[in-house]
DNA sequence: GCGCTGATTTGTCAGCTGACAAAAACGAGG
DNA sequence: CCTCGTTTTTGTCAGCTGACAAATCAGCGC
């Protein structure tokens, strides 16, 4: 469904409302801070009119959807004192296990558990019977509202709902995005694996064009060795997270490099007529060479290539012939 | 927009109304013919109420979108002889000419202009103003509803359309159909030129698949001299038009076999010349293309290519226009 | 400090295409 | 002639991806 039909039925709201992630945002952020300030009130909704409980907090388990890559610290540490000074202003959202009696399961509030459990006290929620498709709905929306998610965290988060069978319904839900932008996120998790993810990290200056980028880079498996390579270097876990970001795509990318003698720009060699109805990447090692061509006339240009290879040979060696060696 | 809206409004009809196809049709076209007999009676709105004139067939032009790849003697036949017998039921619908004082333009009623004219009568006609993009939705339409135009006919009358420049919306209206359908339209029409088309003929037994089949293999440069061959062979226009297709069909898809005998799967060739000092693998799903070249010439004579790539796709580029489209 | 420009992010539209379902024609066998 | 299986047509859904627009940040010049 479309965000704005999630959006039925809320209060409007006034405009430039506080910006509320925590880095910078580029894009059509206005538009989406004041709809996820919109998801947010709309995920309270979950906790209006419901009576709060203390529990403690080792009877509270995660989600069995994980939704940030990792913890910032620096936030976290803030957030506790917070509460730690202040005590717990907004109870989390919890339902009771499936299976073990007595404990509960988070749906949203992760943060605000962690750091009830780290302070020794016991933590307010609600508690609510819900199934798992309303659970993940309402955690994706959260973590949507609060909008401190970054592109490829969201993504993960939607690769897990995809592979725990959630249709794209649900999980366009869950993200408060379009079909297409979903399609994005899987073609990336796709071909990036979580784990290889996981190693750059959260990268909140990246957005989703630099991403889709690098899993073309990453899902060719002629670059798997660099990419692990790349992975294992010293250091490179101590490196903040876009810079481990712009070490892989800029390793990825230069491993075409040594080819590009004859050209400068970008990555390998690319060529591209006026019409750009091909787009051609080329790699010549001296040794070896390759082209790939895409886009709309790539497939006949290929083939009008290919039948004319022979003549073009004899050219070549005419023209090499005259150089007179 | 889609075609469920084009029908609202409209009275409920009874199942299983009578096929009007003058050719066997298969597939979903209960629906077909229903919803086509729906559109017969919305055209037919055009009519309604508007004083009916005679009108000298002489002064009455065709429309600026031809619909028909070409006439059915035996049907026209009919029809002639049928209105030379019980007279004309049903007038045409004309507006006036935009430029010739005193003269019109057909919307619809093609074949009974045709045949008003010679019988040496004058024709029954409702004159009605309308603008271009009312002109070409109502002509669709009618030839939508009468429902006697095979695939590849409404494919040219959506070409025509879009290269008339009628946007996606208005193409889709005038041929009830959905956009992903007249983007497959578009697809055929824009590998198998207009003439090569107009000399297969209307083949009704023809469906999209086949369609889209053969402009795959149509679009290949590498098959466009046996098209030519076949289509010049002695005694193919008096074959039927079925037959024609097929015979083009069974040409490429038999010319292409002999490439791939070096590999199974994914259509991969081989190329290398006489001395022996490149080989290369070719790769082209038609939306894609790749080559890699190695051995001892491989560099350099890449190279040369790279060097070379914009003079080709201008030759490239020349040789597709000159299959004229 | 301000304005401008380029780069990037984000949201979303539109077109392409694979795939599936329903319906019907055709051929073979009884 | 009937039944059954296969093939084909037609309608349409869903996913992928290119591309565009709006917004914002960073860098640079004045």
Redesign the interface.
């Known amino acids: 469904m479309a965000r704005k039909n999630l959006l039925e039925g809320l209060v409007d709201l006034p405009n430039d409302p506080p910006t509320v992630t925590n880095y910078p945002m580029r894009g059509a952020g206005k538009s989406l801070v004041r709809s996820l300030d919109d998801l947010a009130k709309q995920a309270d909704k979950f906790l209006e009119g419901e009576a709060i409980v203390e529990l403690d907090p080792d009877q509270v388990d995660a989600s069995f959807v994980q939704d940030r890559i990792s913890e910032d610290d620096a936030e976290f540490d803030d957030l506790k004192e917070a509460i730690r000074v202040r005590g717990q202003d907004t109870p989390i959202l919890v339902r009771p296990h499936r299976s073990a009696e007595g404990r509960y399961q988070v749906v949203f509030g992760h943060r605000r558990l962690r750091a009830a459990r780290e302070l020794g006290r016991k933590v307010r929620a609600v508690v609510k019977p819900i199934d798992d498709r309303t659970h993940v709905i309402a955690q994706g929306q959260e973590n949507s509202a609060r909008a401190n998610l970054t592109f490829i965290e969201r993504a993960l988060f939607a690769r897990r709902l995809e592979d725990l069978g959630y249709d794209r319904d649900v999980i366009a839900s869950a993200l408060a995005a379009n079909a297409a932008l979903i399609s994005k996120m899987m073609s990336v998790t796709e071909r990036i694996s979580a784990s290889t993810i996981q190693q750059l990290g959260s990268a909140p200056g990246v957005g989703r064009e630099r991403w889709l980028e690098l899993s073309l880079l990453v899902g060719k498996a002629s670059n798997e060795a660099k990419v692990s390579d790349v992975l294992r270097s010293p250091g490179f876990g101590e490196l903040p997270s876009d810079e481990r970001f712009s070490r892989l795509y800029g390793a990825l990318n230069k491993s075409a490099r040594p080819v590009r003698k004859?050209e400068a720009g970008a990555g390998k060699?690319t060529?591209q007529?006026r019409?750009k109805a091909?787009q051609?990447e080329?790699k010549?090692?001296?040794?070896?060479?390759?082209?790939?061509?895409?886009a709309k006339?790539?497939?006949?240009?290929?083939?009008?290539?290919?039948?004319?290879?022979?003549a073009?040979?004899e050219?070549?060696?005419a023209?090499?012939g005259n150089k007179g060696d």
């Open positions: 004859v060699a060529w007529p019409d091909v051609a080329i010549n090692t001296g040794k070896a060479f390759s082209m790939s061509m895409k006339n790539a497939g006949r240009f290929g083939e009008f290539l290919s039948n004319r290879l022979d073009l040979y050219q070549f060696l023209e090499e």
